[in-house]
């Protein structure tokens, strides 16, 4: 079948077909790694272009699908890991419930037309931020055009939680935070919450 769907003249990556058997192939050859938090200095600059598109990369693919998992999360960028590569993954429903499973390399978020910006300001989490939740205002439609795996061009487009997913793993990968969008109050109260929270997956110590 193919790896394509067409939309309004527009090609987009099929991340919904055989969604549960990709990611679960995409797991159990992976390994699970400690996820990194808050302050750590790989989440907080522009990652690297991923450039080689090989069996390292590959490996670090399964890797990502495995520590999502574990830690029971919809979206994974590299840096959220500790490694330094603009790569992400996702398993993550749309608000009809229809699951997405897919890889971005390089994501560059398209910039939408003013009629389709419309906001949604629900709850908004993060595993590098853990057992914390504030309210962000993100548009509801996003697209993402970057290269799969093999180094392939692709775009990527969702609505509502899976438009908030792509939106914020790409942010991961410049080096910014769901909290860096945020005011200084809302922000001082996400890192109250996380203080207060015991992450139930295994994460990096800060120095």
């Known amino acids: 079948m193919s790896q394509q769907q067409t939309e309004q003249g527009h090609e987009f990556y099929d991340d919904v077909t055989d969604a549960e058997a990709r990611e679960q192939a995409y797991r159990e050859r992976g390994t ?12 907080h600059r522009e990652c690297e272009d991923v450039t080689t598109f090989d069996a390292g990369l590959a490996a670090l693919i399964n890797d ?6 574990a830690a029971e999360g919809v979206g994974l960028a590299a840096n959220q890991i500790g490694v ?18 897919g890889v971005v390399c390089n994501p560059v978020l398209e910039e939408l037309p ?10 908004e989490g993060c595993l ?5 939740y504030m309210e962000l205002a993100r548009p509801d439609y ?24 792509l939106q914020h793993e ?17 922000r001082r109260d996400v890192l109250r919450q996380m203080a207060e929270a015991t992450p139930n997956f295994e994460t990096v110590p800060n120095d």
């Open 32 to 43: 699970v790694r400690p996820i990194t938090v808050v302050g750590n200095p790989v989440l």
């Open 84 to 101: 330094d590569l603009k790569v992400f993954v996702y398993d993550c429903p749309d608000d009809d419930g229809v699951r997405h499973v």
């Open 128 to 132: 590098s931020v853990p057992g914390a």
């Open 64 to 69: 990502m699908f495995a520590s999502q998992r």
């Open 142 to 165: 996003a697209v993402v055009r970057g290269q799969d795996a093999d180094g392939n061009p692709v775009r990527v487009h969702g609505t509502g939680y899976f438009a908030r997913c």
């Open 170 to 186: 790409t942010d991961h990968l410049y080096g910014r935070l769901y909290i860096d969008r945020l005011s200084k109050r809302d």
């Open 114 to 123: 003013a009629d389709q910006r419309r906001l949604d300001d629900s709850n």
